[in-house]
Structures are given as C-alpha cells and as structure tokens.
C-alpha cells in the first residue's frame, strides 16, 4: 500500500516536471490539424515518442545500453527540417483538400500507426524528451518492480491528459482564433527555434556545424520544391 501511495504522487510529479514544455508543442500541433495531419496522427506520435523514451529509460535502467545523448539531441534535426519545410511551403498546411480529408476520416488507426506524420511527431516528442532519460532512469532504479509498473502506467495516462488539455485549449474560441490566424505564420519558427535549442542543450553540433546543416537543409528542401514544381508543369 505504501508503494501505490509513494508511487503515484511520484510519477505525476516527475511527469509534469519534465513534459510542461510538451504543453506548448501540442498546443501548437493541434492548432495544425488539418486533412492531411489529423489529431489521431498527433496522439498517436506523442505515445509513439514517450514509449520510446521510457523504453530507452528502461533499458538504462537494467543494463546501461542507453544511447548518448548528444546522439538522441541529433534528433533536433527533425523539428528544423519540419519548419523549414512548412516555411519554404506553407500550402502544405491547407485543408481545403475535401478529398483527402474523406480518406483520412476512414483510416485505420493501424494506418496513422505507419503515417509519417504520426513518426514526424513521435521524432519532435523524442528530441524534445531526450533530457527525460536522464531523469526518468534514477527514477526507475530506485523504484521496486510495483513502483515501476504503477509510475509508467501513470506516465501513460498523463500523456492521454496532456494530449486531451491542449486539445481542448485549441477549442477555445479565442485561442483557436488566434492560432488560426497566426499559426501558420510563427509554427515554422518554433519548431525551428526548438530543434535549434535540443541541439545546442545536448552538445550533438557546435553552432557553426548546426548552421551548415541548416544551410544544407534549406538548399535540399529548395531542390526539392524545384523538382515537384517542375513536375506538376510536365
């Protein structure tokens, strides 16, 4: 009994202390949804991402195979490649394609499970938790096998929370209308802004490399973007 009391109170605390950033960055990705990136896609993603830290968490935890995190930090290449691409092409949050919307509705989850929006989500929830490892593995190696199971199944249910929060705060109307006209106008920054911050935080590039790459992204994307547009001409 002492451990269901210890145990609760304990993962609540250690989520909400290292997901309140999370807030923001669902926030955000709701205000997003549109045909193409439903909100199935984006609670999929973020149980996809935490899974994977909690398991990366465990795995430290019971043999010390936990990646570097200057390694996980990479993955704030992600979020960049992500805004730059909605900044380059910033048709690519309409959703006034009817089309696609009607075959979205009658996906399967299976299906938004192999989405790479789903994936794209999961990356942001990874590279922006890679600090979690580091405090969610002391954590699990100083709880019994009870303790464990009852803090993972609270993490569980408080990303479905969390999930849930910004959902709702995306429907207020004020919010919603504010989102609406300036999201996708800012979104682009803060995910760029965001990989930008995992990078440096985690060490995994040095400010000159980071640039580079940006550099490099942005000339991949521009190629990229000539190559469709000379495409859609033929």
Known sequence: MNEIITAIPTGITAFTATNLDDLVILTLLFSQANATFSRRHIVIGQYLGFCTLVIASLFGFLGGLILPSHWIGLLGLVPITIGLNRLFNPEINSSSDVESEIELSHSSTVASFLSP?????????????????????PLFANSTVLELLLIITVFLLLVGVWCYVTYKLTCQSAIANLLTRYGNSFVPFVLIGLGVFIILD???????????????LMGLLKIIQTSKFKTQIL
């Open 117 to 137: 929006q789903a994936y794209s989500v999961a990356a942001i929830t990874i590279a922006n938790g890679s600090d979690n490892v580091g405090i969610y593995m």
């Open 202 to 216: 985690s060490a995994s590039l040095t400010p000159i490399a980071l640039t580079v790459t940006c550099l490099c």
